[in-house]
């Protein structure tokens, strides 16, 4: 049976579920429905890793973002725990595993992006966790309770968190990294050093310049052998080693993909009437003036905003400075804009290693395009607006470097 429907979201969190809101907004007839591959309604997966929700000093029901009778107040069809497998954009039919088919006017993939799945030897062993789902989270909280020892992979901001939860549930933590230094090569060695010293002081052990060959144990995780030949004892072992974009059913469909869903400022897609949001879309940035693809909740947010509005008659382009930031052992990071090295960018220094509040103001063409901060965190808004408003830093090089000069007096 095939059902007809104005308005298809494929993806449930929050840039499918805000796009949906949205175009409730500007359309109070149409039809909406909603395919999510979880078997949740909306629920908030930044919490997934702040202490709270994870040692379950919270209630579990503050997860939720959307409660069911939201979906029908609002009059949105929720399909939970059904993937969509194929599109077939001539005749606007999307079809799911169970075979039914969805015929869209407007349809919106919002699908998100899944971890990177660890391939060494061993790594489906019980005890092996990922941190992407609500689902992945149950689980992690349920081992914890039980665990003494504990192994992280990855020099992410998803380890950085694990590892200070981890440590306040009472569990020893071990990190294992293959770069020399935390967050190599986004951070510079200062920055890494920075984070790595703030990991050391709350009791986390670092093995750097090393690589995993197998997970030891029977069919639960009881170690993890190390290529140099070391073993680490562990109950737990958790892989945060990145996350990827599952596009495999789109190749047939017509739509231009990459490492993401190509978009332009709209995010409209190459095919008519297909648009996409989310840590999905490789999209042109206004601000850097570059197709980039950004996976943070902000910007997922902003972006099913945008889209909805657009889906529903708006012609609104997307433009906005993204940033991610974390805390823990004491402090905090932000990253702001475009902070990946390359030979064509300057980086002007602000604070030392040594005090601990460190700054990088990273430019290119004379402009500035992102900035990362260790306990400088106050200084994100305004850095944010001088990449929007498209600074020129002629003439200002020496006030950038100058950890003492209030950036606002810039933009007076």
């Known amino acids: 049976m095939q059902e007809n429907i104005k308005y298809l979201i494929i993806g449930g969190g929050i840039a499918g579920t805000t796009a949906a809101e949205t175009i409730r907004r500007h359309d109070t007839n149409g039809t909406i429905t909603i395919v999510s591959d979880e078997p949740y309604r909306s629920y908030s997966r930044i919490m997934l890793s702040k202490p709270n929700f994870f ?16 979906y029908k107040k609002f009059n949105i069809e929720l399909i939970s725990g059904k993937k969509a497998i194929s599109i077939d954009a001539q005749n606007k039919i999307v ?21 990177r799945a660890w391939g060494v030897l061993g790594a489906s062993k019980r005890g092996v966790f990922y941190l992407r789902t609500l689902d992945d989270a149950k689980k992690i909280i349920d081992a914890v309770k ?19 939860m981890l440590k306040m549930a009472g569990i020893n933590v071990t990190l294992v990294l293959r770069e020399s230094y935390y967050l190599e090569p986004l951070l510079d060695e200062s920055s890494g050093r920075i984070i790595g010293r703030a990991l050391k002081n709350g009791g986390v052990k670092i093995i750097l310049n090393s690589e ?16 140099n030949g ?22 047939s469909s017509g739509i231009q993909i990459n490492r993401g869903i190509f978009a332009n400022e709209y995010l409209a897609t190459n095919v008519q009437d297909i648009w996409t949001a989310g840590d999905c879309a490789e999209f042109n940035d206004l601000v850097l003036e570059e197709r980039v693809q950004l996976g943070n909740w902000v910007n ?36 702001i804009g475009d902070v990946r090295p390359g030979t064509d960018r300057t980086i002007f220094s602000r604070g030392s290693a040594e005090s601990g509040s460190y700054g990088r103001i990273i430019t290119k063409d004379g402009e500035i395009i992102g900035a990362t901060l260790i306990n400088r965190t106050q200084e994100l808004g305004i850095i944010s607006k001088l990449i929007e408003k498209d600074f020129k830093i002629s003439g200002h090089e020496s006030e950038l470097s100058n950890p003492d000069f209030k950036l606002q007096e810039l933009v007076k």
Do not use: H
Request: aromatic share 10%.
């Open 230 to 251: 070391d073993k680490i004892p562990c109950d737990i072992i958790i892989a945060g080693i990145g996350v990827c974009c599952q596009l495999d059913w789109l190749t």
């Open 55 to 70: 040692l379950e000093k919270i209630p579990f029901d503050n997860i939720w973002l959307k409660t069911d009778d939201w």
């Open 146 to 164: 039980t665990a003494k020892e504990a192994v992280c992979i990855g020099g992410g901001f998803v380890s950085f968190e694990m590892c200070d």
């Open 300 to 335: 997922a947010q902003m972006q099913g905003r945008i889209a909805g509005g657009n889906m529903a008659g708006k012609k609104e382009p997307f433009k906005m400075v993204s940033f991610y930031t974390t805390q823990g052992f004491g402090i905090t990071i932000a990253f």
């Open 95 to 115: 079809t799911l595993e169970d075979r039914k088919a969805i015929q869209y006017e407007k349809l919106l993939l919002a699908v998100g992006s899944s971890v």
């Open 212 to 227: 995993t060959k197998e997970v030891l144990g029977d069919m639960a995780v009881d170690g993890l052998l190390l290529k």
